[in-house]
């Protein structure tokens, strides 16, 4: 049985708490009908964490994954990388995600362009 929906969210938003006048968050997420809730409670424990939210408005649970050192640089980053390489558009979202990672993880995306305008995420 496959994800109903998965993706890697890079946010950025402009923030005058942040030196660089912006936030950058990542995050991972995939939901699941509500009858398959199990399998969300099976890879909160095969990850070791995360957060289950149940979907206010459709009948849809989903797994929020966005710590950066706990959850996306040290668990989904080389699960995707490591073990099992992704196809099609969702090898392209997770390359971009990657890409913010390794700007977050030098502390470079508190000086790099990152906007959130209109358009796709820049990275220059």
Same mark, same amino acid.
């Given at each position: 049985m496959g994800a109903k929906h998965g993706c890697f969210y890079v946010k950025v938003r402009k923030s005058s708490s942040y030196r660089a006048g912006h936030q950058v968050q990542l995050l991972f997420q995939i939901s699941q009908h509500l009858r398959d809730k199990q399998?969300?409670?099976?890879?909160?424990?095969?990850?070791? @964490?995360?957060? $289950?939210?149940?979907?206010?408005?459709?009948? %849809?649970?989903?797994?929020?994954?966005?710590?950066? /050192?706990? #959850?996306?640089? @040290?668990?989904? $980053?080389?699960?995707?990388?490591?073990?099992? %390489?992704?196809?099609?558009s969702k090898?392209?979202? /997770?390359? #971009?995600?990657?890409k913010v990672a390794s700007l977050m993880k030098n502390n470079s995306h508190l000086t790099s362009s990152l906007s959130n305008g209109a358009g796709p995420l820049s990275l220059s």
């Open positions: 399998l969300i409670d099976i890879l909160v424990k095969f990850f070791g @964490s995360g957060r $289950i939210e149940k979907d206010p408005r459709r009948p %849809l649970v989903n797994l929020r994954l966005e710590k950066f /050192y706990i #959850d996306i640089d @040290s668990k989904i $980053i080389p699960f995707f990388f490591d073990k099992y %390489l992704l196809q099609g090898l392209l979202d /997770y390359r #971009d995600f990657c």
